[in-house]
């Protein structure tokens, strides 16, 4: 986010930590092993009792708790500044990070992982705890929807991602409670939009920082809904201020990031003093925290009094017996040195958060009935190697003119609460507009329903609602414990120690070569999930064609097609289908002419079967056909996940049946044949388990 050029630089600068060496991978990471004195260690089952619980006939529930929704009395949500999900979590277990086997693939063999900068030299993720920045070139570049302009779009330095020591406060939060590692900004575009959404559920077209906090949008927001059915809410941030900027200082005010004070609703402007939206407690403009006052909160400076003094009237939301106490649903929005805005370091704003959830545990009555949503308003142009859903052009609300507004890369959210407490990841795709989509599910069952007019269809079908990421059936309250971020030091967690959150839907694609008229077609479908339930896949070209990516969004009732032309690429293919959660399709080959049938024809046939109950793991059933006059070999190889390598020759004119396992629904494999070193196809993905 670009800000003001006459904003105190913090004392920190880049270059000022010695560079370190890159981190372990995804499920590997650190397999356990022992780590320095004095480091959280999470083993396998330390920790994880939210897994045991759930699968435990014997779990009841805490005192106090019903198992349901009723038991959610706040909802706190933080978001802070301009981080890529890969920068601070890449070497985190469990999430799809840097050892992300599923990751796109170039058509010279290399991975989105190595990306080119103008000279063509290949640069890879490192390590790196300075507080530099990046540039925001070609934010929303249709051109960056390939994914391989990285470096050349924002610097070398976007590829560096934070080290495991100095991120032992985050992945100790997420090693003990859920991260959701398919989080998307809403628009692949700078702060104030994204915020937008987050308060709004859309930015109505606008991609660039404007910084007015005018009060001139006319659209409706999230908190006056909330007003208008009766939900108490309120913001928390320091409005220390001289104007309407609000951002004159590094350790106080709200650094611009209040966007409310952007909606024409909390103007204050020619209100009485006892108008009823300024009346504390109840009024739409002082819950807002809309209104700006001259002067600074004291001290001005990075210490614990600052963070007591610019958070004081949350911690006094807190405490029993509070004049105004913490209302249902919370947004806190810190001042810009703790904000982590590059230059602003993450140490600061571990530090601010460590503040937040300290005041929240002060209050057992809170904490164990609350809610707390940590997430980012967009990457700030540093490296996430996920795709992120893309709509088709003309998707209506999704587009101004030919620019696509949504998603962008992933960005960090953890998910704090009882019922999210663990070990988990969460991965349905979700992006700023998945928190409101929350609190109206939550308003309805409060019997206080709104829904927000300005999310699009598309992204409500795309984006999840956060219920997949929430058991409210086993809460797990009490304290946590929640290391010094100033110790930075890394957290020990063992392989296994993070489990996937069950998905009641998953994708799936086949091909179908048409020998007559020399095409191939992928039928790309979703089965299972919510009423209207949609993912975006992504085509690319592998061979023969420019590398380009083609989006569709399917939904169970809506399957999609794409053909590929072989007529125009001597009768070969080569191409591969991304989507949601690792999932891949990779398929190359010749078609046949029509009518042969001398030699080898290899045909795949693949169906996913869901799991029954705890007696049978979701499973692949792969059909082989050998539709020609000659034996073919197939080579079955596990690319990851359960399997092994498997031989099976299929006859002429046979079949043969293969059942490959999956782990948690997960599954990776690559089947070849010894007749044909073209013919190649790959199933990678994830089937429901619920």
């Given at each position: 986010?670009?800000?003001?050029?006459?904003?105190?630089?913090?004392?920190?600068?880049?270059?000022?930590?010695?560079?370190?060496?890159?981190?372990?991978?995804?499920?590997?990471?650190?397999?356990?092993?022992?780590?320095?004195?004095?480091?959280?260690?999470?083993?396998?089952?330390?920790?994880?009792?939210?897994?045991?619980?759930?699968?435990?006939?014997?779990?009841?529930?805490?005192?106090?708790?019903?198992?349901?929704?009723?038991?959610?009395?706040?909802?706190?949500?933080?978001?802070?500044?301009?981080?890529?999900?890969?920068?601070?979590?890449?070497?985190?277990?469990?999430?799809?990070?840097?050892?992300?086997?599923?990751?796109?693939?170039?058509?010279?063999?290399?991975?989105?992982?190595?990306?080119?900068?103008?000279?063509?030299?290949?640069?890879?993720?490192?390590?790196?705890?300075?507080?530099?920045?990046?540039?925001?070139?070609?934010?929303?570049?249709?051109?960056?929807?390939?994914?391989?302009?990285?470096?050349?779009?924002n610097g070398a330095s976007c590829m560096n991602y934070h080290s495991d020591a100095y991120m032992g406060f985050y992945h100790a939060i997420a090693a003990?409670?859920?991260?959701?590692?398919?989080?998307?900004?809403?628009?692949?575009?700078?702060?104030?939009?994204?915020?937008?959404?987050?308060?709004?559920?859309?930015?109505?077209?606008?991609?660039?920082?404007?910084?007015?906090?005018?009060?001139?949008?006319?659209?409706?927001?999230?908190?006056?809904?909330?007003?208008?059915?009766?939900?108490?809410?309120?913001?928390?941030?320091?409005?220390?201020?001289?104007?309407?900027?609000?951002?004159?200082?590094?350790?106080?005010?709200?650094?611009?990031?209040?966007?409310?004070?952007?909606?024409?609703?909390?103007?204050?402007?020619?209100?009485?003093?006892?108008?009823?939206?300024?009346?504390?407690?109840?009024?739409?403009?002082?819950?807002?925290?809309?209104?700006?006052?001259?002067?600074?909160?004291?001290?001005?400076?990075?210490?614990?009094?600052?963070?007591?003094?610019?958070?004081?009237?949350?911690?006094?939301?807190?405490?029993?017996?509070?004049?105004?106490?913490?209302?249902?649903?919370?947004?806190?929005?810190?001042?810009?040195?703790?904000?982590?805005?590059?230059?602003?370091?993450?140490?600061?704003?571990?530090?601010?958060?460590?503040?937040?959830?300290?005041?929240?545990?002060?209050?057992?009555?809170?904490?164990?009935?609350?809610?707390?949503?940590?997430?980012?308003?967009?990457?700030?142009?540093?490296?996430?190697?996920?795709?992120?859903?893309?709509?088709?052009?003309?998707?209506?609300?999704?587009?101004?003119?030919?620019?696509?507004?949504?998603?962008?890369?992933?960005?960090?959210?953890?998910?704090?609460?009882?019922?999210?407490?663990?070990?988990?990841?969460?991965?349905?795709?979700?992006?700023?507009?998945?928190?409101?989509?929350?609190?109206?599910?939550?308003?309805?069952?409060?019997?206080?329903?709104?829904?927000?007019?300005?999310?699009?269809?598309?992204?409500?079908?795309?984006?999840?609602?956060?219920?997949?990421?929430?058991?409210?059936?086993?809460?797990?309250?009490?304290?946590?414990?929640?290391?010094?971020?100033?110790?930075?030091?890394?957290?020990?967690?063992?392989?296994?120690?993070?489990?996937?959150?069950?998905?009641?839907?998953?994708?799936?694609?086949?091909?179908?070569?048409?020998?007559?008229?020399?095409?191939?077609?992928?039928?790309?479908?979703?089965?299972?999930?919510?009423?209207?339930?949609?993912?975006?896949?992504?085509?690319?070209?592998?061979?023969?064609?420019?590398?380009?990516?083609?989006?569709?969004?399917?939904?169970?009732?809506?399957?999609?097609?794409?053909?590929?032309?072989?007529?125009?690429?001597?009768?070969?293919?080569?191409?591969?289908?991304?989507?949601?959660?690792?999932?891949?399709?990779?398929?190359?080959?010749?078609?046949?002419?029509?009518?042969?049938?001398?030699?080898?024809?290899?045909?795949?046939?693949?169906?996913?079967?869901?799991?029954?109950?705890?007696?049978?793991?979701?499973?692949?059933?792969?059909?082989?056909?050998?539709?020609?006059?000659?034996?073919?070999?197939?080579?079955?190889?596990?690319?990851?996940?359960?399997?092994?390598?498997?031989?099976?020759?299929?006859?002429?004119?046979?079949?043969?049946?293969?059942?490959?396992?999956?782990?948690?629904?997960?599954?990776?494999?690559?089947?070849?044949?010894?007749?044909?070193?073209?013919?190649?196809?790959?199933?990678?993905?994830?089937?429901?388990?619920?």
């Amino acid at each position: 986010m670009v800000r003001n050029p006459n904003i105190p630089k913090p004392e920190s600068e880049p270059g000022d930590r010695p560079e370190t060496t890159p981190g372990a991978t995804r499920r590997r990471f650190l397999q356990g092993a022992g780590v320095a004195a004095g480091t959280l260690v999470l083993g396998g089952t330390a920790g994880a009792s939210g897994a045991y619980a759930a699968s435990n006939p014997g779990y009841v529930l805490p005192k106090g708790f019903q198992g349901d929704m009723s038991d959610l009395r706040h909802v706190v949500i933080l978001m802070q500044e301009n981080r890529s999900l890969d920068h601070y979590f890449g070497t985190f277990p469990g999430v799809r990070g840097f050892n992300d086997k599923q990751a796109l693939r170039f058509q010279d063999g290399t991975t989105v992982f190595q990306q080119k900068d103008r000279n063509g030299n290949i640069v890879t993720p490192k390590a790196d705890d300075g507080t530099w920045g990046n540039n925001h070139e070609a934010w929303g570049d249709v051109d960056h929807r390939k994914w391989d302009l990285w470096v050349q779009h924002n610097g070398a330095s976007c590829m560096n991602y934070h080290s495991d020591a100095y991120m032992g406060f985050y992945h100790a939060i997420a090693a003990q409670y859920t991260i959701a590692d398919q989080n998307f900004c809403s628009e692949f575009g700078p702060t104030d939009p994204n915020r937008k959404y987050l308060w709004s559920g859309t930015a109505n077209s606008e991609t660039g920082n404007t910084d007015e906090s005018n009060y001139s949008r006319p659209w409706t927001t999230v908190a006056e809904q909330l007003q208008q059915v009766g939900i108490d809410w309120r913001l928390y941030s320091d409005n220390s201020g001289n104007g309407r900027q609000g951002y004159i200082s590094t350790w106080v005010g709200d650094y611009g990031d209040n966007e409310l004070k952007y909606f024409k609703g909390f103007d204050p402007q020619g209100l009485s003093a006892d108008d009823p939206k300024l009346r504390p407690g109840t009024g739409l403009i002082w819950r807002g925290n809309a209104t700006y006052y001259s002067g600074k909160t004291s001290p001005n400076d990075d210490s614990d009094a600052n963070l007591d003094a610019v958070l004081k009237n949350l911690h006094d939301a807190c405490r029993p017996g509070a004049e105004h106490p913490l209302p249902a649903v919370s947004w806190i929005v810190a001042p810009y040195g703790w904000s982590e805005h590059p230059s602003a370091d993450t140490l600061h704003g571990e530090r601010y958060v460590k503040k937040t959830l300290d005041i929240l545990q002060s209050n057992p009555d809170i904490w164990n009935h609350t809610l707390f949503i940590l997430n980012y308003d967009e990457n700030d142009g540093k490296f996430d190697h996920v795709l992120p859903p893309w709509p088709e052009a003309g998707t209506a609300g999704e587009y101004t003119g030919d620019y696509p507004l949504g998603f962008g890369p992933r960005v960090p959210m953890l998910l704090v609460s009882p019922w999210t407490r663990g070990g988990y990841v969460a991965s349905e795709v979700f992006d700023h507009t998945s928190t409101i989509k929350f609190l109206e599910i939550w308003a309805a069952h409060l019997g206080k329903p709104f829904r927000c007019p300005n999310i699009s269809d598309w992204r409500r079908s795309i984006a999840g609602d956060l219920t997949s990421a929430l058991d409210f059936a086993h809460p797990q309250p009490g304290p946590a414990a929640l290391p010094d971020p100033r110790s930075e030091r890394p957290v020990s967690i063992a392989a296994d120690h993070m489990k996937a959150r069950p998905l009641s839907f998953h994708p799936h694609a086949t091909i179908s070569e048409d020998r007559a008229s020399g095409t191939v077609t992928a039928r790309m479908t979703l089965t299972g999930g919510p009423k209207d339930k949609a993912l975006s896949f992504q085509v690319f070209p592998d061979k023969y064609k420019a590398f380009s990516s083609t989006p569709f969004t399917v939904a169970a009732r809506k399957p999609r097609d794409y053909t590929w032309d072989a007529n125009a690429t001597d009768g070969k293919y080569a191409f591969s289908i991304y989507s949601n959660d690792g999932f891949v399709r990779s398929f190359a080959g010749q078609v046949a002419p029509a009518g042969k049938t001398d030699g080898a024809l290899p045909r795949v046939e693949v169906a996913l079967l869901r799991g029954e109950g705890i007696t049978q793991e979701a499973q692949v059933k792969l059909t082989l056909h050998n539709d020609g006059t000659e034996p073919v070999d197939y080579t079955l190889t596990a690319h990851d996940y359960l399997g092994r390598t498997r031989n099976v020759t299929v006859a002429p004119g046979r079949t043969k049946v293969v059942m490959w396992p999956t782990q948690q629904g997960y599954y990776d494999v690559v089947i070849t044949v010894n007749t044909d070193t073209a013919w190649t196809q790959r199933y990678a993905g994830r089937i429901a388990t619920i």
